[in-house]
């Protein structure tokens, strides 16, 4: 699902904050480059995957995944497929609304509307890091609506009259995911009428007061692209843009002076030609070792060691683990925390075996075995490499809660379903969820899951290689 641009404000440090000549690595060794580039790209890969994400959707509006300029709401009723190409790993089963908050100036106020209890909603608030720093939604404020007032690190107002909370983000700039349930096809005005009442206004237009002191624009560079952050040093370049807009954390000094040390930082330029080409290397070698930590760790997903509930959430639930920070964002960036939602992935089958598409799967939910959801659940396949929504003849992308009563149960009230490239039968096309020829990943969604899953109590059951 998917997903940042970030400016000089007050409380921010700034380009006049460092000194911006100041050459990388000097003094350096390699091995300790080497020791500091890992850490560093382990730390900000998510943020600066995050800016070409929002990049596209809030600058650049020869994009085809452009939504709307900072501050202004973007509806989409309608579900992702396989040509919204942004985001790895988006869902198919929410029409989304999206909004790139810019909270230099004043706050943001969010209002939603009465929403019917059987249907669910989430806001998602995310920030320069990737932290789900909260939520407005089913779970967490219910269905009734209200106004929520989001501020930027530097604001220190009363909360204001006809808002019922105040939710305060660390960086200036933010993103809201908005996901609103749709049960079938026939329901999509349904949800256009929710959408339609959902609202953002700056907090002086919610008071009808003049507007705040206007913040100057910013000068966004341009994004890698998703291969090139992988080896490019220019990777660092584009950190140390992101970091301008995210005010240094207690916990994270001395990792910012560390990181200083070859270049990195809010403000600072890092200048690849200046370096030694034994450092030079060394970094990149750095930014290799980052990538086999995370070879090593999805191995501890693949045998449920790990679920991705272990690495979305907040500061405080993540206690600064920068991996797992890094690994959600290269395997499902935006993705929700476990109380939100709950991602069983499938990489493999149950013999470890990474999945293909030259062979056919089944998963069996045993009687009484649905997941248990206060929300719904679903299936959903992604081609890989590319972690991107698979195109077929059926246009399914999923299978999921709303789609029970076309299912064919088992002989023992069982539901199994097919993976498998080709066909299984028009008689079994009601189980079927179409794969790739090749390599692929199948991602299970819980949305708002119950204390049976969040507990272990009920897990997922294994994919099994039928042929």
């Known amino acids: ?162 808002v019922k909370m105040v939710i305060r983000a660390e960086t200036d700039l933010a993103l809201g995911v908005y996901r609103t349930q749709l049960f079938h096809p026939e329901d999509l005005d349904n949800v ?14 919610f008071l009808a007061q003049p507007p705040a002191p206007s913040v100057p624009a910013i000068d966004f560079i341009k ?64 930014m290799a070792d980052a990538w086999a930590n995370i070879a090593e760790l999805k191995k501890k997903v693949d045998a449920k060691e790990l679920t991705s509930g272990d690495m979305f959430g907040t500061r405080e639930y993540l206690k600064n683990n920068y991996l797992y920070r890094m690994f959600a964002a290269v395997f499902g960036i935006f993705g929700n925390s476990k109380q939100e939602a709950m991602y069983p992935m499938y990489g493999v089958d149950a013999d470890r075996h990474a999945l293909d598409g030259t062979h056919r799967y089944a998963l069996r939910f045993a009687p009484g075995q649905l997941p248990p959801v206060n929300g719904f659940w679903s299936l959903t396949m992604y081609q890989m490499p590319e972690s991107l929504l698979f195109a077929n003849s059926l246009k399914r992308y999923l299978l999921n809660s709303p789609m029970l009563s076309q299912f ?27 794969a790739p020829k090749g390599p692929f990943m199948a991602v299970m969604r819980l949305y708002w899951p119950k204390d049976d899953a969040l507990t272990g109590k009920w897990t997922a059951p294994a994919l099994k290689k039928v042929e």
């Open 223 to 286: 994004p890698l692209g998703v291969e090139a952050q992988k080896t490019s040093l220019e990777f660092f370049s584009v950190l140390n843009f992101v970091l301008q807009f995210c005010p240094t954390v207690p916990s994270e000094k001395e990792l910012m002076a560390r990181f200083a040390r070859i270049g990195v930082g809010a403000g600072m330029q890092f200048d690849a030609d200046k370096l030694s080409p034994e450092v030079k290397t060394a970094i990149e070698q750095g």
């Open 1 to 162: 699902m998917v997903l940042m641009a970030f400016v000089l404000v007050s409380g921010c440090t700034t380009t006049s904050d460092k000194s911006p000549g100041k050459s990388s690595g000097i003094g350096v060794s390699p091995a300790e480059a080497r020791a500091i580039a890992k850490e560093a790209y382990i730390y900000g890969y998510p943020m600066v995957d995050s800016y070409r994400i929002q990049y596209a959707y809030f600058v650049n509006p020869k994009s085809p995944e452009y939504k709307n300029p900072w501050n202004q709401l973007r509806n989409m009723p309608r579900v992702y497929t396989p040509d919204d190409k942004a985001v790895q790993t988006p869902n198919s089963d929410t029409p989304y609304s999206m909004i790139g908050f810019d909270l230099r100036a004043e706050p943001m106020v969010i209002t939603v509307p009465v929403i019917e209890k059987e249907r669910y909603f989430s806001i998602q608030l995310v920030d320069a890091y990737t932290h789900n720093f909260a939520y407005i939604g089913s779970r967490t404020t219910g269905n009734d609506g209200g106004s929520y007032l989001l501020a930027g690190p530097g604001w220190q107002g009363e909360t204001p009259k006809g």
């Open 408 to 434: 064919q149960k088992d002989s023992d009230g069982g539901i199994t379903l097919l993976i498998q490239n080709s066909s299984p039968g028009k008689d079994k096309e009601s189980n079927w969820l179409p």
């Open 192 to 205: 256009k009428k929710v959408q339609a009442g959902y609202q953002v206004r700056t907090l002086s237009a």
